[in-house]
């Protein structure tokens, strides 16, 4: 069977279709345009630079395109790249379909949702319960494909449920270890955290962001949504301003784009969660690269820290 892109080492030969993730324009030193392109399949992404691009070129690799490339994996500045030697477009003879080359989640469509809608059924506050159904059918086809980020954490088909699946089973296992903790509002909240996405972003591949994603951001969206399904819902009272402020608050701190910190007991939580889910599968994923006994590429949201995978195991 043949090597996917990631399995390939530094120095080895690459000839594979790849689809384009996302380009940037650039220009060099020497005044000449130049693309940089990340490059995807199921195993993952690598960067790779088209110099001296005509502008025929840039109409060319676009986004969602497919093309076959010829190269070399290089190692620069201690992270992978794709050295190019040949790049065209795939034709329809080629027989290379979109969806095979697509990193996805690591379990279905169906369990994710099989899963979430276990855990809306053992909510016990029926105000909060039928907000978070509500939402969750309103958008349940883009929470079931859409990515939870355009970089950094679970930027593939299904990484928005899969990490809400990831956060519930954490939210849970810590509710028994502490059960002063609401579950019904740490639950809805997770459920609900990051679903303003499917309206922030594009869709689930190559996702960029929307005119609404750049204006408002997936926080104030989704805030927006409970308020209205309430209203729609004829639901009043304390639980909707709560159920508001931990979805608000799940970045925790100002700086990294919280509205507001973290004001009730279920929010510091969820922004806890939520931040060791993110940063397990930043780490996952760099380390699934790396040999034992080697140090992964930096993580940029880990502090720009590279991680040593140990020779031995337990």
């Known amino acids: 069977m043949a090597k996917e892109l990631l399995q390939h080492d530094v120095g080895e030969q690459v000839d594979l279709f790849l689809l384009i993730k996302s380009v940037t324009k650039g220009i060099a030193s020497n005044g000449k345009p130049f693309l940089t392109v990340i490059l995807q399949d199921r195993s993952g992404d690598i960067e790779a630079k088209l110099w001296d691009t005509s502008d025929d070129e840039v109409k060319m690799y676009q986004p969602e395109t497919i093309v076959r490339v010829a190269g070399e994996v290089h190692n620069y500045r201690g992270r992978l ?15 290379v379909r979109l969806s095979d080359l697509l990193e996805k989640a690591p379990i279905s469509k169906d ?34 494909e859409y990515p939870a980020a355009t970089k950094n954490h679970h930027e593939f088909v299904s990484g928005l449920g899969f990490h809400v699946v990831s956060m519930l089973d954490l939210a849970k296992a810590i509710s028994e270890l502490y059960p002063s903790l609401d579950r019904d509002l740490l639950y809805s909240g997770i459920i609900l955290h990051d679903l303003g996405k499917v309206i922030e972003l594009s869709g689930p591949v190559s996702a960029s962001y929307t005119v609404e994603g750049n204006l408002l951001g997936h926080i104030t969206i989704i805030v927006n949504e409970i ?15 709560v159920l508001q402020h931990v979805v608000l608050s799940h970045h925790g701190k100002l700086e990294w784009g919280s509205p507001k910190q973290p004001m009730i007991k279920e929010a510091e939580i969820l922004h806890l969660i939520d931040n060791l889910d993110a940063k397990m599968n930043m780490l996952d994923r760099a380390l699934i690269r790396v040999k034992p006994g080697e140090f992964s590429e930096k993580i940029f949201p880990l502090d720009n820290r590279a991680f040593y995978k140990p020779t031995f195991h337990s």
Not at 124 to 140: A, D, E, G, S, V
Not at 229 to 239: M, P, R, V, Y
Request: proline share 3%; hydrophobic share 35%.
């Open 81 to 95: 790249q794709l050295k190019i030697r040949q790049i065209r477009p795939a034709t329809q003879h080629d027989g």
């Open 111 to 144: 369990e994710i949702s099989s899963k979430v809608t276990q855990y809306i059924f053992e909510m016990k506050n029926p105000n909060i319960q039928r907000i978070t159904r509500h939402l969750l059918k309103k958008y349940m086809d883009g929470f079931l």
């Open 227 to 241: 308020g209205k399904a309430a209203e729609e819902l004829g639901i009043q009272g304390e639980e909707v301003v």
